[in-house]
């Protein structure tokens, strides 16, 4: 019986944390990366830092919306089906409501520049924030030769040769198996 | 029926959508506009527009619009619902197997490189979020401010850093 009620709160936190996270979600399931791993991992100690890792490094390889991924890994992470459902529902909410207002007062909205600078803005501070977080988890990461050689391979496959991330996810992941080393 | 023909196409769309909005657009465009007709070329270009400016992941923006567009409201919910199903499905199947077989070594292995693959994917998300969205240097500097204050203040809510840059946009830009 605790254990039920305790799990109950925890999908509730759950549905609030993303709720609140997809309002201020601007340029992509991205932007929320920074912010969901200050609140999981740092302020409620739900995920270690570790784990945080893993859950954005799959949610980010597979198909579909980064953002829908994250709820999903995350909410199963810590509260099971449940969890991972409503924190789906969750991230759904907003853009369901903002995108439907903007449909019933469609032309009002174009001539509305203040909100695209709000915007702007809004995304500046996300680019400086994934930045932070990519730095963070390259301080974190222990390279040996293979992870250098690794990394500078999906740079120049991404940013020179511009070959679909997808692929360059499987090269890495086959390169991983057969040649990488285990963690710890 | 056209209910249903929304939810189809959505689902269709939400698992080819690889790698963030961007990616889908080409694919969406394809579908909504050239295929089906649903919405005319100079729309579809205007809700991109929106759908990149409001919050939300952008596909499932564009989704929720289309959806709008073509049966109301409740179109809107089911076009979202399709668009964000199977992905949930896949993610929740994965995230399963996942935890159980977080010890394994061939798993161990496979996450280690990834993670190192990621990397290099989100600096491709913020290289393409600041060619996309940064009409001049200004934000350029407001995004380094913000990767400054945010790795300096670790207590700060990264939430409260964007309400901030949100309102200097509005007045700076």
């Given at each position: 019986?605790?254990?039920?009620?305790?799990?109950?709160?925890?999908?509730?936190?759950?549905?609030?944390?993303?709720?609140?996270?997809?309002?201020?979600?601007?340029?992509?399931?991205?932007?929320?990366?920074?912010?969901?791993?200050?609140?999981?991992?740092?302020?409620?100690?739900?995920?270690?830092?570790?784990?945080?890792?893993?859950?954005?490094?799959?949610?980010?390889?597979?198909?579909g919306s980064?953002m829908i991924n994250?709820?999903?890994?995350?909410?199963?992470?810590?509260?099971?089906?449940?969890?991972?459902?409503?924190?789906?529902?969750?991230?759904?909410?907003?853009?369901?409501?903002?995108?439907?207002?903007?449909?019933?007062?469609?032309?009002?909205?174009?001539?509305?520049?203040?909100?695209?600078?709000?915007?702007?803005?809004?995304?500046?501070?996300?680019?400086?924030?994934?930045?932070?977080?990519?730095?963070?988890?390259?301080?974190?990461?222990?390279?040996?030769?293979?992870?250098?050689?690794?990394?500078?391979?999906?740079?120049?496959?991404?940013?020179?040769?511009?070959?679909?991330?997808?692929?360059?996810?499987?090269?890495?992941?086959?390169?991983?198996?057969?040649?990488?080393?285990?963690?710890? | 029926?056209?209910?249903?023909?929304?939810?189809?196409?959505?689902?269709?769309?939400?698992?080819?959508?690889?790698?963030?909005?961007?990616?889908?657009?080409?694919?969406?465009?394809?579908?909504?506009?050239?295929?089906?007709?649903?919405?005319?070329?100079?729309?579809?270009?205007?809700?991109?527009?929106?759908?990149?400016?409001?919050?939300?992941?952008?596909?499932?923006?564009?989704?929720?619009?289309?959806?709008?567009?073509?049966?109301?409201?409740?179109?809107?919910?089911?076009?979202?619902?399709?668009?964000t199903?199977?992905p949930?499905?896949?993610?929740?199947?994965?995230?399963?197997?996942?935890?159980?077989?977080?010890?394994?070594?061939?798993?161990?292995?496979?996450?280690?490189?990834?993670?190192?693959?990621?990397?290099?994917?989100?600096?491709?998300?913020?290289?393409?979020?600041?060619?996309?969205?940064?009409?001049?240097?200004?934000?350029?500097?407001?995004?380094?401010?913000?990767?400054?204050?945010?790795?300096?203040?670790?207590?700060?809510?990264?939430?409260?850093?964007?309400?901030?840059?949100?309102?200097?946009?509005?007045?700076?830009?």
């Open positions: 019986m605790a254990e039920n009620k305790a799990s109950l709160i925890s999908v509730l936190k759950l549905f609030s944390i993303f709720f609140y996270v997809a309002i201020f979600t601007v340029g992509g399931g991205i932007a929320m990366v920074p912010v969901l791993e200050r609140i999981l991992v740092e302020k409620k100690k739900y995920l270690s830092e570790k784990e945080f890792t893993e859950v954005f490094s799959v949610a980010q390889i597979l198909p980064l994250m709820a999903t890994f995350t909410g199963y992470q810590i509260a099971g089906f449940w969890g991972a459902f409503l924190s789906c529902v969750a991230i759904m909410l907003p853009p369901i409501t903002i995108i439907t207002l903007i449909s019933v007062f469609y032309t009002q909205f174009i001539q509305f520049t203040l909100m695209k600078k709000l915007m702007i803005g809004i995304l500046a501070g996300v680019v400086g924030e994934v930045s932070g977080i990519t730095l963070k988890m390259f301080k974190k990461t222990k390279f040996d030769t293979f992870k250098i050689i690794l990394l500078l391979l999906s740079f120049a496959l991404i940013f020179i040769f511009k070959v679909n991330p997808i692929y360059v996810v499987v090269i890495g992941a086959l390169l991983g198996i057969s040649l990488g080393r285990m963690e710890e | 029926m056209l209910l249903l023909k929304i939810f189809l196409e959505f689902c269709k769309i939400g698992i080819i959508a690889f790698g963030g909005g961007n990616a889908i657009f080409p694919i969406l465009h394809h579908e909504v506009v050239e295929t089906l007709h649903w919405v005319s070329a100079q729309d579809f270009l205007y809700m991109v527009s929106i759908a990149e400016t409001t919050p939300g992941p952008i596909g499932m923006n564009l989704a929720t619009f289309i959806g709008y567009r073509l049966a109301g409201f409740l179109g809107a919910l089911i076009a979202t619902v399709g668009y199903f199977l949930f499905l896949i993610m929740l199947f994965v995230a399963i197997v996942a935890v159980r077989i977080r010890e394994n070594k061939i798993y161990k292995k496979f996450l280690s490189a990834i993670m190192v693959v990621v990397l290099a994917l989100l600096m491709r998300a913020v290289y393409l979020m600041a060619k996309g969205g940064f009409s001049d240097l200004r934000p350029y500097f407001l995004a380094l401010a913000a990767f400054i204050v945010f790795m300096k203040f670790k207590k700060l809510n990264p939430i409260y850093l964007l309400i901030i840059c949100g309102l200097i946009g509005m007045i700076c830009f």
